[in-house]
């Protein structure tokens, strides 16, 4: 007797795929092409920006400053909790500060990985033009060791250099700057399978040293994240902030928002837990997860990848949409902070059309129609087999 295996499935679901991603008619895809990508995606002509204050702290912001966090997990989780985002609207409120994380996992000073098309339509950050960049490096470069120290330094101000060149703040050339965050503490576990930290911290100190070292020779801000998540992570065996000593549990990201704001700002952190805080905080992380789709959608593989289409129809619509609609989670979050009323959710009506191809099913002059009635014809498992 025969039996379907989950290779059976995946190609059917591959051939699906192929079929439902076609589009039916050349004409339809020239009217919907009218409009180049380039045009679509071209960033708006930027006039010159305010000058910053010096990268120094207590940070200082301008209205309107818009804020990139680029790193690794330790910036890329706060798209799931948003605490400390929901603290700089809170203690900025009139400010209507624009922040995007760029942060993704395994991402170091020398090794950025992105699927092999990324910047084919555009580069999301470079769309984005951040004022000010919050970095967050040094953990994944600390499992070199001690011998590693040199070439991570050296590699970090060549970021530094890169980043300043690559993404000026408006077409004059202004230049972003820059606040350097070392990177967080391991946190024991008591777990025999995972690792006890000790080595991971002595490796973690130095490179956090590390990284004072370099905003020190640029006159940067920097903000030792290492040594007050240590002492929170020693006060108590267990996991308590982290989920497997490194990447941070809800209570992490608050106590991460903590340092942070305290750090920056100079004051000391007040415990957050109004009815507006939550509400603030909800909205601020539907935010991030609709700007998540724009700079690392879930099936990127498609868009940019491997599978790409090459696509002048449908994508660059979605990206402009998409940032559109962050654009009216910024102003529902603004509103927020400002104790205003809001609706239930955010509109997102005036935020652009979509183009939708239409497929081959049921269109009996295309040869990838099945049937004329409209849509596959899906065959039993065992069917499909032998076939």
């Known amino acids: 007797m025969s039996r379907t295996t989950p290779l ?13 991603f076609s589009t039916q008619s050349d004409v339809f895809a020239e009217d919907a092409k009218s409009v180049s990508a380039e045009e679509l995606l071209k960033p708006a002509p930027r006039p010159p920006r305010a000058a910053l204050s010096p990268s120094s702290l207590p940070l200082e912001f301008l209205d309107g400053e818009r804020i990139a966090l680029i790193g690794n ?23 209507q500060l ?12 020398s090794l950025r990985q992105r699927g092999s098309d990324y910047y084919k339509l555009d580069d999301p950050l470079f769309a984005f033009g951040p004022d000010t960049f919050l970095c967050f490096f040094g953990f994944n470069e600390s499992f070199a060791g001690p011998s590693g120290i040199e070439q991570f330094k050296a590699d970090y101000e060549k970021l530094l250099d890169e980043f300043s060149n690559r993404y000026p703040r408006d077409d004059a050339g202004s230049k972003a700057r820059f ?23 002595a490796n973690l100190a130095i490179y956090s040293e590390a990284v004072r070292e370099i905003a020190t020779k640029r006159n940067l801000a920097f903000v030792d994240i290492f040594a007050e998540t240590q002492k929170a992570f020693n006060a108590q065996a267990g996991l308590q902030f982290t989920i497997n000593g490194c990447h941070v549990n809800e209570a992490g990201d608050r106590l991460l928002a903590n340092v942070l704001e305290r750090a920056m ?6 415990v957050h837990n109004s009815d507006q805080y939550e509400q603030l905080r909800k909205a601020i992380n539907d935010k991030s997860w609709v700007h998540l789709q724009d700079y ?23 990206y402009v949409k998409i940032r559109n609609m962050a654009a009216v989670r910024d102003r529902y979050v603004w509103d927020i902070a400002q104790g205003k009323t809001v609706a239930e959710k955010p509109d997102d009506s005036q935020t652009g059309d979509l183009f939708k191809p239409d497929t081959r099913f049921g269109n009996p002059s295309q040869k990838y129609s099945e049937n004329a009635e409209g849509g596959p014809t899906i065959l039993p498992p065992d069917e499909l087999i032998k076939k």
């Open 73 to 95: 997990s330790t910036a890329e989780r706060m798209n799931l909790f948003g605490h400390f985002e929901t603290r700089l609207m809170l203690r900025f409120p009139e400010k």
């Open 296 to 318: 690392r959608m879930l099936n990127g593989w498609y868009v940019y990848g491997g599978r790409r289409t090459w696509d002048t129809e449908t994508f660059p619509r979605e």
């Open 265 to 270: 700002f100079g004051l000391k952190s007040e």
């Open 179 to 201: 606040v350097l965050c070392s990177p967080m503490a391991f946190e024991s576990t008591g777990d025999p399978l995972l690792p006890d930290g000790s080595a991971e911290n």
């Open 8 to 20: 059976d499935f995946m190609i059917f679901g591959f051939l699906l795929c192929l079929c439902i």
């Open 98 to 109: 624009v922040v995007r994380n760029f942060a993704r996992p395994a991402d170091e000073v």
